[in-house]
């Protein structure tokens, strides 16, 4: 997947884009992103790319030329699906994280003050928000949607059996994990794990999850039936 993202702030990209999973999915090819600076687009000597809003008021808006100017430039070379970070924008999901891993190629716009020029929309595919708070701009949802949806990619976890199991109890909570030593202070790990009954500890994680799911996130469950490739059986 190549992935282009078009930003004023270009340097609150380095530190994410240098590090672990996501270095190693652009190292192992899967993966290819480049920013972009908006201001190398700005028209005016000042570098201009906000400016005050008509009809008065507090803030900044995000001018139009620059943005469909880098859209314009990015587009010669690859051609790809427009997302606008804002908080009016769709609110992002597994399931819309699944949807963007099927593009090629995805550019991100990210704004900062008020929000954008209403006529940058008519150069955008989909307008997506991270969720109900307020941040103080787009590279930060562009960099958390970037992170979900490039582990979907095939080859990019490198491991495939996690991949499997997160399909089977997709969009449930996780069931409780355990590791050394069986007994820590006196808690112990449930007996069952240790069973060494591989069926009887499957039936016990999904039912955990679904308990879980259902006294933390009940709002998950409806949504899970429908990402899953399976089906749940709430008890
Ligand atoms: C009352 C007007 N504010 C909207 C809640 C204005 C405003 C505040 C902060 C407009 C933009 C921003 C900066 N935020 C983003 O650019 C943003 C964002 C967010 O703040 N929350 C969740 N998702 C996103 S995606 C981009």
């Not at 702030?9 to 990209?13: A, G, L, Q, V």
């Not at 008020?114 to 955008?124: A, N, P, Q």
């Given at each position: 997947m190549h992935v282009d993202i078009i930003s004023i702030?270009?340097?609150?990209?380095d530190s994410v884009l240098n590090s672990s999973i996501l270095k190693r999915a652009v190292e192992k090819g899967k993966l290819e992103v480049k920013i972009h600076n908006l201001r190398d687009f700005a028209e005016d000597k000042h570098n201009t790319t906000d400016d005050a809003p008509y009809g008065g008021g507090a803030g900044m808006v995000m001018k139009v030329e620059p943005i469909a100017k880098c859209l314009r430039n990015v587009e010669k070379k690859k051609k790809g699906f427009k997302i606008l970070l804002t908080p009016a924008g769709k609110k992002f999901d597994q399931a819309l994280a699944k949807k963007l891993a099927k593009k090629k190629n995805l550019i991100f716009v990210c704004g900062h003050y008020?929000?954008?020029?209403?006529?940058?929309?008519?150069?955008?595919d989909e307008e997506i928000s991270i969720g109900d708070y307020v941040l103080t701009g787009g590279e930060i949802p562009a960099l958390l949607i970037v992170d979900a949806v490039m582990?979907?990619?095939?080859?990019?976890?490198?491991?495939e059996e996690s991949a499997k199991n997160e399909s089977f109890m997709d969009g449930l909570l996780d069931y409780p994990h355990y590791t050394r030593p069986a007994d820590y202070k006196g808690k112990k790990v449930p007996e069952v794990l240790l069973s060494g009954n591989h069926e009887k500890i499957a039936k016990w994680r999904s039912e955990e999850a679904l308990k879980l799911t259902k006294e933390k996130?009940?709002?998950l469950l409806a949504k899970a039936n429908k990402l899953s490739k399976g089906v749940y059986i709430c008890p």
């Open positions: 702030f270009p340097s609150m990209f008020e929000g954008f020029d209403e006529r940058v929309k008519d150069y955008i582990r979907l990619l095939p080859g990019v976890l490198g491991n996130r009940p709002d």
